[in-house]
């Protein structure tokens, strides 16, 4: 499913949060963008007051561990972008510069719908140029021991199918498969959060990782079940986490795929690799137009009035 057109915010939204690594509060502003900006980062309050421009492109991509982190410490970076990304690209969204005073996106719910919300109270605005996508010709796949993640052709959408397993029974094998488009995205998997299991934070607190992570933003796992009161928003959160995390880190393609992704116990290292392995051979991809007329109810386009920017807070 393809739109013809770019689409930017109609106007800027305003999130304030905490980092779920950092646990430091940042305020983190969308911007509406010109034609053909995509979508980049300024990374604001540096040291001696300097700021940094980042494009949202996988040659930019420093780290993997436990999240996808854009830039370096040296110069400016900004972490645990792939929640926003996911956001962005899921809703069809082209062009936003989004501004950040800290080093990491806030994780908010540990999902992408305060993201979505976000947009949704400012909606978005079609622009008079022609959306281009990112043709997957060949296949290539990426391994890391039993787990792998794959691109093949597929000229009709961005098709994900995506299969987890883990030991614990509380996760065990799951696999969901959707073709992207914003109605899917926001009823499938945009509310799905991100999750930990209690018997890594000690191990994460000590190596300076999850300082922000609470029950009120990830799913925390016990030897016996899930510890949050509130239990699960889908009965297989867990692979559709990954997928949203999959959605978010492939959009650093620089523009949208046309293509099925494929994995079997991936994550961000693996969604990273892939996009290399792509880029790395001209003749594996191509870019090309959108289509000739609209696809009814691709972009999601609000009623035309501004609203005010939607300020979600996470203490």
Request: charge should be negative; proline fraction near 4%; aromatic fraction near 6%.
């Amino acid at each position: 499913m393809k739109q013809s057109q770019q689409t930017t915010l109609r106007a800027a939204a305003t999130l304030v949060g905490a980092g779920v690594h950092s646990g430091d509060e940042v305020k983190m502003t969308l911007h509406p963008a010109e034609a053909n900006h995509g979508i980049a980062f300024l990374r604001t309050n540096l040291p001696g007051g300097l700021d940094r421009l980042i494009d949202a492109r996988h040659l930019a991509v420093t780290a993997t561990e436990l999240c996808t982190v854009i830039g370096d410490r040296e110069s400016g970076a900004v972490a645990t972008i792939e929640h926003l990304m996911a956001a962005l690209s899921g809703l069809g969204v082209d062009n936003v510069l989004v501004e950040i005073d800290g080093p990491e996106v806030p994780i908010l719910d540990g999902s992408s719908a305060p993201f979505i919300d976000a947009i949704d109270q400012v909606g978005l605005t079609v622009q008079n140029a022609t959306r281009r996508y990112i043709k997957v010709l060949k296949p290539v796949r990426v391994t890391q021991g039993k787990a792998f993640a794959e691109l093949a052709p597929n000229d009709r959408a961005f098709h994900l199918d995506v299969e987890i397993d883990f030991q614990t029974p509380v996760i065990g094998r799951q696999r969901k498969a959707i073709d992207l488009s914003p109605s899917v995205f926001r009823r499938e998997i945009s509310r799905a959060r991100t999750f930990g299991f209690m018997s890594d934070v000690e191990k994460l607190w000590s190596a300076g990782f999850a300082l922000g992570a609470s029950l009120e933003n990830t799913v925390a796992i016990g030897e016996d079940g899930i510890m949050n009161p509130e239990g699960l928003r889908y009965g297989d959160e867990f692979v559709r986490h990954k997928i949203l995390d999959a959605v978010g880190d492939l959009s650093l393609a620089g523009l949208p795929l046309l293509g099925t992704y494929k994995s079997y116990c991936g994550g961000h290292r693996l969604n990273f690799s892939v996009l290399e392995e792509l880029f790395s051979n001209r003749s594996n991809y191509a870019i090309v137009d959108g289509a000739a007329r609209r696809e009814p109810g691709y972009a999601e386009i609000g009623n035309g009035i501004a609203m005010p920017a939607f300020a979600p807070e996470v203490h």
